[in-house]
Nanobody
Framework: QVQLVESGGGLVQAGGSLRLSCAAS????????MGWYRQALGKQREFVAT???????IYADSVKGRFTISRDNAKNTVYLQMNSLKPEDTAVYYC?????WGQGTQVTVSS
């Protein structure tokens, strides 16, 4: 069983930055990828970014160049550094590992 706890969300003005963290516990294997998804009000959950154990990354086109995903395998933690935030980035951000999800953290970007 895997437990994921996200933190770091909040309210920020457009152009600002936030850093999200996701701490994982339980049956965690550093050889597996971890990822971030988001869900805006009234919309479907969408992919944001993923990172493999070796550090390879993939980003959604909408965040490429603005967001950076990273991980600390020793701490079983994955991060999402979000820069140049836009109002359309407003959503609940979820951490994902092998089909398990955290409770999410709200990110609100004001214009």
């Amino acid at each position: 069983q895997v437990q994921l706890v996200e933190s770091g969300g909040g309210l920020v003005q457009a152009g600002g930055s936030l850093r999200l963290s996701c701490a994982a516990s339980g049956r965690i294997f550093s050889s597996n990828a971890m990822g971030w998804y988001r869900q805006a009000l009234g919309k479907q959950r969408e992919f944001v970014a993923t990172i493999t154990s070796g550090g390879s990354t993939i980003y959604a086109d909408s965040v490429k160049g603005r967001f950076t995903i990273s991980r600390d395998n020793a701490k079983n933690t994955v991060y999402l550094q979000m820069n140049s935030l836009k109002p359309e980035d407003t959503a609940v951000y979820y951490c994902c590992y092998l089909g398990s999800w955290g409770q999410g953290t709200q990110v609100t970007v004001s214009s």
